[in-house]
């Protein structure tokens, strides 16, 4: 049986950081987004973070204007519920999110929230669905954190697959990648869309568009990365076609 279409989600954040860097007006991100979406991105995706070390304010207003989809990762505060439910974004990720990281480390803690903070994020996530948002958490591949995430109502979880993507021992790569396959399986079963990233890349790419119910793959340093040699459009083109040849 063919594998169903896979939505390719592409982060630009990084691109964002370079204008950030100096404070310039470049590089012009609708621009960045027209060849994303040219060469095949689905939806684009951005993290306005806490300390915006990337994407700025103006920035994310001016990227919905000019995308067709917008994934808009954010944390699970009032300040980020108030700007996504002003951006209207098709889609919300909420994040785990610290000022001292490099990068989004592992997925939200679900299994250890107090009821208070169930609560809240059941309010925050309801807030977003009535703007119409369709609206994802970022988890660890687990069935406590997908049954979680249904009950807080969400309508999609985001696996991580940073365990997977940095992981070089075969043995352990074998385990990650189960993990994840057993996870996407339960979660579509829950009746939950299932999406997937972080840290994935030209090398690993092939063995997670295998992994079954994936409905979206987002990925970003990688492809930045890669545009350094080859330009954006063709980074694009290059993981759209080991995606589409997993079958």
Known sequence: MKKSYIRLGVNIDHIAFIKKARETNYPNLCRAVEICEDAGADVITIHLREDRRHI???DAYQIRQCCKELNFEMANTLEMVKIAKDLAPNYCCIVPEKREEKTTEGGLNLSDLPTSSKTIFKDNISLLKDTGIEVSLFINPTRNDIEISKELGAQAVELHTGSFSDTTDENQLKIEFDKLSDSSIYAHDMGLKVNAGHGLNYMNIGKIAKLPHINELNIGHSIIAESVYCGLKDAIIK?????????
């Open 56 to 58: 700025q304010d103006k």
């Open 239 to 247: 993981i759209k076609r080991i995606i589409e040849s997993c079958d």
